[in-house]
């Protein structure tokens, strides 16, 4: 039992904050992206016998935390307020740096799923073409013009909003 609580602490150390960050670009909700790596590390706990390959961890994780993503929307909703709409004081970007990622995030939140999620697994986790296509249970090629199309809409997003009224000349 020590053994296997060591090998979890490790897992947790190791990933946590990979995995909140995958978690929160699914759901746009730190509460909602709390509740859903909760729920990964619980389940990563009970099946951390079937982790035979430790390299496979990250990975393992990420299977795990797509699928509790999925499990919420089979749950009934509650009623719930669009945040949007209700004006919030942020106190958590203290520098320019974190400014810039939390422009890109929300950039980046803007794409549809089919785009958004091939761009956050490479860029957050450095996951290749072919990772990517076996997490998503998808064709490398098909990922491939995933990746494109969503840096190409992130692309037009950040030239309409430097040059809104169509090109500059100069």
Do not use: C
């Amino acid at each position: 039992m020590k053994e296997k609580q060591q090998r979890y602490e490790a897992l947790v150390h190791a990933f946590h904050a990979d995995i909140y960050r995958y978690a929160y670009f699914l759901t746009r909700e730190a509460s909602i992206a709390e509740d859903i790596v909760q729920e990964t590390f619980l389940r990563a706990w009970r099946s951390l016998d079937k982790l035979k390959d430790e390299k496979a961890a990250k990975s393992w994780l990420i299977t795990i935390l797509r699928r509790e993503n999925a499990r919420r929307f089979e749950k009934k909703q509650l009623d719930t307020v669009n945040i949007d709409e209700h004006e919030i004081a942020d106190h958590t970007f203290e520098s320019q740096d974190n400014l810039d990622s939390a422009d890109l995030q929300r950039l980046i939140s803007k794409l549809s799923e089919p785009y958004r999620e091939p761009l956050i697994l490479q860029l957050l986790f450095g996951f290749s073409g072919e990772e990517i296509a076996q997490e998503l249970g998808l064709n490398k090629n098909t990922v491939m013009t995933r990746l494109f199309r969503a840096r190409s809409q992130l692309k037009e997003i950040l030239s309409k909003q430097y040059h809104p009224g169509g090109k500059q000349n100069g």
